[in-house]
């Protein structure tokens, strides 16, 4: 990751446990995190929000837990099973505002894993978090189901805004070959961020894909500079994403 922080911007998920870990930093953590930002890399901590059901004083708590572990290292926040519908706007908005309130600077991501406003308009629901994930699943589904291949399932809303307001996450994406094609894609559908990988099961964020320097080479060699905002290392960073405004091969 630091090696790759020289070539791209690199933004990794700090994720020990689903969360952070009580009592002191990680020495280790300390150390990673340190090489990647020296690098020019940043760090967001991640946090679940259970659909808008885990209560905001715990996530607060965990905002507070990782800032007191990792102070200036922290760079923002990603929020994960996250569920944007008319009842939780008003949960979400107000988590957004708090970092924001914490630190101007820092990042909010949001991970609803799925594009469909549930009720919400498009400014609602891009109130919540300064980068929403609008997809999350494996490279290919059946019909019907979660895979990229189906995405974005009909809708094209999100065309209408800055790329850098959405990213893409792909797993199980078995080849170089089919990375580059869904680098393309995701580009095509306004994705500003995405991260490939040929990892899969149960966590397919345990380590970074076989393809990794390639996928960071090919995204150095765009026009415009770019950006890898989510990184995948074990506890340490638990998903990677790479940001693909105007992409072209």
């Given at each position: 990751?630091?090696?790759?922080?020289?070539?791209?911007?690199?933004t990794?998920?700090?994720?020990?446990?689903?969360?952070?870990?009580?009592?002191?930093a990680?020495?280790?953590?300390i150390?990673?995190?340190?090489?990647?930002?020296?690098?020019?890399?940043?760090?967001?901590?991640y946090v679940d929000?259970?659909?808008g059901?885990?209560?905001?004083a715990?996530?607060?708590?965990?905002?507070?837990?990782?800032i007191?572990?990792?102070?200036?290292?922290?760079?923002?926040?990603?929020f994960d099973?996250m569920?944007?519908?008319p009842?939780?706007?008003?949960?979400?908005?107000?988590?957004?505002s708090?970092v924001?309130?914490?630190?101007?600077?820092?990042?909010?991501?949001?991970?609803?894993?799925?594009?469909?406003?549930?009720?919400?308009?498009?400014?609602?629901?891009?109130?919540?978090?300064?980068?929403?994930?609008?997809?999350?699943g494996?490279?290919?589904?059946p019909?019907?189901d979660?895979?990229?291949?189906?995405?974005?399932?009909?809708?094209?809303?999100?065309?209408n805004?800055?790329?850098?307001e959405?990213?893409?996450?792909?797993?199980?994406?078995?080849?170089?070959?089919?990375?580059?094609?869904?680098?393309d894609?995701?580009?095509?559908?306004?994705?500003?961020y995405?991260?490939?990988?040929?990892e899969?099961?149960?966590?397919?964020?345990?380590?970074?894909?076989s393809?990794?320097?390639?996928?960071?080479a090919?995204?150095?060699?765009?026009?415009?500079?770019?950006?890898l905002?989510?990184?995948?290392?074990?506890?340490?960073?638990?998903?990677?994403m790479?940001?693909?405004?105007?992409?072209?091969?």
């Amino acid at each position: 990751m630091t090696a790759a922080a020289s070539q791209v911007q690199v933004t990794a998920i700090l994720n020990p446990n689903s969360g952070p870990l009580s009592g002191p930093a990680d020495s280790n953590y300390i150390t990673a995190m340190t090489k990647l930002e020296n690098a020019g890399g940043k760090v967001i901590a991640y946090v679940d929000t259970a659909s808008g059901s885990a209560p905001l004083a715990t996530v607060e708590g965990e905002i507070s837990t990782y800032i007191g572990q990792y102070g200036n290292l922290i760079d923002g926040f990603f929020f994960d099973d996250m569920s944007v519908v008319p009842g939780t706007l008003a949960y979400y908005q107000s988590l957004d505002s708090y970092v924001k309130g914490l630190h101007s600077l820092y990042l909010v991501v949001g991970n609803p894993g799925q594009p469909f406003l549930n009720g919400v308009t498009p400014a609602n629901y891009l109130s919540t978090a300064d980068v929403l994930d609008t997809f999350e699943g494996p490279n290919t589904a059946p019909p019907g189901d979660a895979g990229f291949n189906n995405y974005p399932y009909g809708l094209n809303w999100f065309e209408n805004y800055e790329s850098s307001e959405f990213e893409n996450i792909i797993y199980d994406v078995p080849t170089s070959t089919d990375m580059l094609a869904d680098l393309d894609e995701a580009a095509e559908l306004n994705a500003g961020y995405v991260y490939i990988t040929d990892e899969g099961g149960a966590n397919p964020y345990s380590q970074l894909p076989s393809y990794w320097d390639q996928e960071v080479a090919t995204l150095a060699a765009t026009p415009e500079p770019s950006t890898l905002p989510l990184l995948a290392l074990g506890g340490i960073i638990a998903c990677t994403m790479f940001a693909v405004r105007r992409f072209a091969r």
